[in-house]
């Protein structure tokens, strides 16, 4: 739900699109780093009415009269305000803050669990107007492997 200042803050979320590193694609130019957030309907109506780019996955193997997913695409921006990304390890609790240059390791993690807030962009192009979403903070946990879990304990001071 978004707060006063129009913030969207959402806890234990999955994110799907990852594209940290601002790879090309048929879907994507070179350079924008961005990923999904899937919502549920209620939330996706609220943020609909209000005027943020929401967006639903194909229903290709839905089951009939499922309603397709919903998600909100999130911008990752260095221009302005940097946003808080934090990566966490899942056994040891190692917390990494991610900058510009080592984000694109967020592509290749086996996430467990997204926390984030994202601010909102009002845009207005040729008459038409929207609200884009742009990350703010994000916090992520990921699997960690058993060679990172012995390392992380050996390095610790005794």
């Given at each position: 739900m978004p707060k006063n200042d129009?913030?969207?803050?959402?806890?234990?979320?999955?994110?799907?699109?990852?594209?940290?590193?601002g790879e090309e694609s048929q879907y994507n130019r070179e350079g924008d780093r961005n990923f999904g957030v899937l919502i549920d309907e209620n939330l996706a109506a609220q943020l609909i009415d209000d005027g943020w780019n929401v967006k639903y996955l194909k229903n290709d193997d839905a089951d009939e009269g499922e309603s397709p997913q919903a998600w909100l695409p999130v911008s990752v921006s260095w221009k302005g305000r940097a946003p808080n990304i934090i990566a966490i390890g899942d056994k040891t609790k190692n917390r990494t803050r991610?900058?510009?240059?080592?984000?694109?390791?967020?592509?290749?993690?086996?996430?467990m669990n997204v926390d984030l807030i994202v601010h909102p962009y009002n845009w207005e192009v040729n008459g038409k107007t929207?609200?884009?979403?742009?990350?703010?903070?994000?916090?992520?946990?990921?699997?960690?492997?058993?060679?990172?879990?012995?390392?992380?304990?050996?390095?610790?001071?005794?």
């Open positions: 129009g913030t969207l803050m959402m806890e234990g979320v999955r994110i799907i699109f990852r594209n940290f590193r991610l900058d510009e240059d080592s984000v694109e390791a967020m592509d290749w993690y086996d996430i929207g609200i884009k979403a742009y990350l703010r903070d994000l916090y992520v946990t990921y699997e960690e492997n058993p060679l990172e879990i012995k390392y992380a304990q050996d390095s610790q001071p005794e």
